[in-house]
């Protein structure tokens, strides 16, 4: 076990752009072209994405509480640690790294070649992966430089990607050939697919806000945690909202429902990508293609900063071996957790297709989101809470974000169009085999456990709540 702790080097604005890079990804510009398609329904899409951001609001209450608590590197981590004990915070590390860390930057290193590659350049090749092996590879190699150039790297990617956003906004409401009776030209909300529709497709829009808690992570190495993360959480949570909410009006201002109707798989993964071409012609929405591309490099660079302080805790706390915490004495970042990531997510990257890593991720995302949530209710019930920050109209978030989900995985599990079927008694329950295969996933932590526990023996147990209130520049 390691005592090397990176210091207190981030403020507000680290923390907010690490929020808004790490929600504002691949799912903006893919999870509105299959709503659309699969709802036929405009009002549908804003709803849903409205529920998403509302969610992803409560859910950033709850952590900026939790946070402001337990000012620790690993973010949900270390919450889940605290409130259920170490088995399930080694199940919940290890589902992190596959489903909130690895899978999706195997996900948006693919669409960012997609975006950025030339139309003729087949995108399912080994070409096509071997440079998404290479974007990762650059992320990872850069955020072990240093604490200074990871935030660097950061704050200018993701300030880039906010511009190439609010820029294609404006300019299509002001001057793209686009129209605003397109949003009566679908189907009613629930009419097409029923609810179970809905939900397997509010599961794209909450991984499309995944990362609402992303400051978190850095809580460790955040200057004055209790004032300055729940201030980063909730801004960059309503300001992604916002940005989400314009840019699917934009997507129903630019396309009409015929078009949405015929479109490929291909390219209703690049619904973005259709709207430029509907909004400006072809040649400006080539244009355009490449610079998401280059944008969607801010929401890899932001999981390759923030994913590794879970491993990196997990190390210190005896769940992992002690070498991954360790510190690189001249940049004060966790090199070999950020090299664990990064060999994840290229494992990830070379073992499926688009889709099958999109769904596996999408229902994993859900579930981890509930979990860390939940451990507010027993620690707030401990007398030695420490009253750093309390999040507003305490305990409706928790319970809403949770009602919610449950709905949503469950309804998940039996829609989609690889089922398998289950027997219960006498009743034959139909289940979506990948959405079970990512909740199989997790519980396969478990059994690693008990491994882990037996090879090298019981970690360690968690920190004192009436020690973890503020804590110097440099001390854990």
Not at 95 to 116: D, E, H, K, N, R
Not at 199 to 211: K, R, W
Not at 335 to 346: A, H, I, R
Request: hydrophobic content about 55%; overall charge neutral.
């Amino acid at each position: 076990m390691t005592n090397q702790v990176p210091p207190r080097a981030y403020g507000f604005w680290t923390g907010t752009f690490v929020v808004t890079a790490s929600m504002v990804g691949s799912g903006i510009l893919l999870g509105p072209g299959h709503t659309l398609q699969a709802t036929e329904s405009p009002w549908a899409l804003m709803i849903l994405w409205t529920i998403g951001g509302a969610m992803a609001l409560a859910g950033s209450w709850v952590v900026a509480e939790l946070g402001a608590s337990l000012p620790h590197a690993g973010g949900d981590y270390v919450f889940v640690r605290q409130a259920f004990g170490n088995a399930w915070a080694f199940v919940f590390g290890w589902s992190c790294l596959l489903f909130t860390f690895a899978g999706p930057i195997a996900l948006i290193s693919l669409m960012t070649v997609q975006y950025v590659a030339p139309v003729s350049f087949d995108t399912s090749s080994l070409w096509a992966y071997a440079f998404a092996t290479g974007i990762i590879l650059l992320f990872a190699a850069l955020h072990g430089l240093g604490q200074r150039e990871s935030a660097f790297v950061q704050n200018l990617t993701t300030i880039i990607k906010l511009a190439i956003f609010l820029a294609f906004a404006v300019a299509g409401f002001g001057w793209g050939e686009g129209h605003f009776s397109h949003f009566d030209d679908g189907l009613p909300i629930a009419q097409k697919g029923g609810w179970s529709t809905l939900a397997i497709n509010l599961t794209y829009v909450l991984y499309a806000y995944s990362g609402w808690n992303g400051a978190a992570y850095l809580a460790g190495e955040i200057r004055d945690p209790q004032r300055t993360l729940p201030r980063s959480l909730v801004a960059g949570s309503l300001l992604v909202m916002g940005l989400y909410l314009l840019m699917n009006a934009l997507y129903v201002f630019a396309l009409p429902m015929e078009t949405i109707r015929s479109a490929s798989e291909k390219d209703i993964n690049k619904v973005a990508w259709m709207a430029g071409e509907a909004l400006f012609g072809g040649n400006v929405s080539r244009m355009l293609s490449v610079v998401f591309g280059i944008g969607m490099l801010a929401t890899i660079s932001a999981l390759l900063f923030t994913g590794p302080r879970i491993a990196y805790m997990m190390a210190r706390d005896g769940l992992l071996p002690a070498t991954i915490a360790w510190i690189s004495p001249r940049g004060q970042t966790p090199v070999f957790s950020t090299m664990l990531l990064g060999t994840v997510s290229l494992a990830i990257l070379w073992s499926g297709t688009f889709n099958a890593i999109l769904d596996f991720t999408a229902v994993g995302l859900t579930t981890l989101s509930a979990l860390t949530v939940a451990s507010i209710f027993p620690l707030r019930a401990r007398e030695n809470w420490p009253n750093k920050y309390r999040m507003p109209m305490y305990p409706l978030p928790p319970i809403i974000f949770l009602a919610l989900t449950a709905f949503i995985v469950v309804l998940a599990l039996q829609s989609g169009t690889e089922k398998e079927f289950l027997r219960w008694q006498d009743t034959i329950i139909p289940v979506n085999a990948v959405a079970l295969g990512s909740i199989l996933a997790m519980l396969l932590g478990f059994p690693l456990y008990a491994v882990y526990v037996l090879l090298a023996g019981k970690p360690s147990t968690v920190i004192d709540l009436a020690e973890a209130g503020p804590m110097s520049e440099s001390s854990p």
